[in-house]
């Protein structure tokens, strides 16, 4: 019975007869700090520990019913208003195994708005197959986000892609290689074995006129955080990275995945985190530590009151990728002992400065917490729209191929739209449109883009003889 008034609640949502519920956003410009950054010298000596207070709540589960779902990779960025931009790794749609969705939460946290995918694949570019991994940083008026992606089909020989928007719920235009927008290129183009992970996972840190740009190098028996500098007062800051070298070498830790770096301000040093002995039961949060963002050393780990089976973890920060200590800080990651069905979990965290690395959590039981998964609602939130397909090859002399086009939930299960889309940002010469019909005009091909109640999408079309 519930599907049969999900259905009918959908068909009235599609209509414009009833409205999903309103979810308030606060304005842009309250965002912003207005304080000066704090001038410490770091205590080369010092370390940095650090403690999860309490056992953390969810924020994202997967949905009664389902078999998979997931939203691993955070990023949290908690802004002067006390509000928080969150970015997630998901599942894709129509083969596309991960688009990366936006949430945004008015009260620090303890609600949110609906998700809405705000990077997904471009068709027939190298980032075709995948987009994940999400690091931001908002330097200036732009909100910079960094993925990972590949063209190989094992998901293999990664590579760093990076996108920009003057809002970080989009819509984004992707670094080309010279400027932005079009067909994406990497950033950091992998150039190890072809059967290893490559490079992706990247995190950013602005500091002064520099832009810290973390990134992971998993090549065979190799397992390493990189970092490049950029110039951060060049809007074409790509085309200016330096590599600097090995930030973490994981040679004692090759189960470490992604580490995410933030800059503390109350200390003077930049920290990263990330998840160690990942997907197992014993797993638990690596910490490490550095004064220069370059060179980094073992700091502490943090077990107690983290979930088994956690992975890509992610730490709050302000935009610019600092912590300031009296914001509060939140440590967020995805857990779950089945692939692909995982909850998000984010635990406050405490900070405090130490004399040598602590191991001593690693005597300590992390949590054994269960997936609980949540209840089917009554309204259908969707987070995007996909075509069925990438590429539509069409011809002059053939018969007229018809788009369809799909609205996509938060369980990534697709609808087909049947009226109220419109497409737009194509070559006239090449298409024209009937409805849902795609008519040749002329041998060529073009991209477009389509449009419904709020969400878009990309497709190719290509026209023969």
């Not at 195994?97 to 936006?102: C, E, P, R, V």
């Not at 590579?159 to 819509?171: H, I, L, T, Y």
């Not at 194509?426 to 005009?441: A, C, L, M, R, T």
Request: include cysteine.
């Amino acid at each position: 019975m519930i599907e049969i008034i999900r259905f009918f609640i959908s068909v009235l949502l599609s209509l414009g007869i009833i409205q999903a519920p309103f979810y308030y956003y606060t304005p842009l410009e309250d965002r912003a700090y207005t304080d000066e950054e704090l001038s410490v010298a770091p205590d080369s000596s010092k370390f940095v520990r650090i403690h999860a207070v309490d056992e953390g709540e969810d924020i994202y589960a997967p949905t009664e019913g389902e078999s998979f779902g997931y939203r691993y990779g955070p990023t949290i960025l908690k802004n002067a208003d006390g509000s928080i931009d969150a970015f997630f790794a998901a599942p894709g749609a129509t083969g596309e195994w991960d688009w990366i969705l936006y949430r945004h939460s008015s009260d620090g946290g303890n609600t949110w708005t609906d998700e809405t995918a705000v990077i997904k694949p471009t068709p027939e570019s190298p980032d075709f197959y995948s987009c994940c991994d999400p690091g931001v940083v908002k330097i200036g008026e732009y909100y910079y986000l960094g993925y990972t992606s590949t063209t190989n089909k094992d998901g293999l020989d990664n590579n760093v892609f990076v996108a920009r928007s003057k809002n970080p719920a989009g819509p984004y235009e992707k670094w080309n290689g010279s400027g932005w927008g079009g067909k994406p290129q990497p950033i950091v183009d992998y150039t190890g074995d072809v059967a290893a992970f490559g490079a992706g996972e990247p995190s950013f840190v602005q500091k002064g006129d520099k832009l810290y740009i973390y990134y992971t190098w998993k090549d065979v028996a190799i397992n390493q955080t990189r970092v490049a500098v950029a110039d951060a007062t060049d809007e074409n800051w790509p085309a200016t990275m330096e590599y600097k070298g090995v930030a973490i070498d994981y040679k004692n830790y090759m189960t470490a995945d992604s580490a995410d770096v933030k800059y503390v301000e109350d200390y003077g040093k930049f920290i990263a985190i990330n998840t160690i002995e990942r997907f197992t039961t014993n797993s638990f949060i690596g910490c490490f530590v550095s004064d220069d963002g370059i060179t980094f050393k073992e700091s502490c780990v943090v077990k107690e009151n983290i979930s088994h089976c956690c992975h890509n973890a992610g730490i709050s920060s302000r935009p610019d990728g600092h912590i300031r200590l009296e914001d509060g800080v939140y440590l967020a990651y995805a857990y779950g002992d089945i692939w692909a069905y995982w909850s998000t979990r984010m635990n406050e965290v405490e900070f405090s400065l130490i004399d040598s690395p602590d191991y001593s959590e690693l005597e300590k039981e992390n949590l054994k917490t269960p997936i609980v998964p949540l209840e089917k609602t009554l309204f259908v939130d969707y987070v995007g729209i996909t075509s069925d397909r990438q590429v539509y090859e069409v011809s002059l002399s053939g018969s007229k191929v018809k788009t369809e086009i799909l609205k996509v939930d938060i369980d990534f299960d697709c609808t087909k739209i049947r009226s109220g889309v419109t497409f737009t940002d194509y070559d006239e010469n090449i298409v024209s449109f009937d409805g849902f019909k795609i008519i040749p005009e002329n041998t060529g091909e073009t991209f477009v883009t389509v449009r419904w109640n709020g969400f878009e999408d990309t497709f190719l079309i290509r026209v023969s003889e």
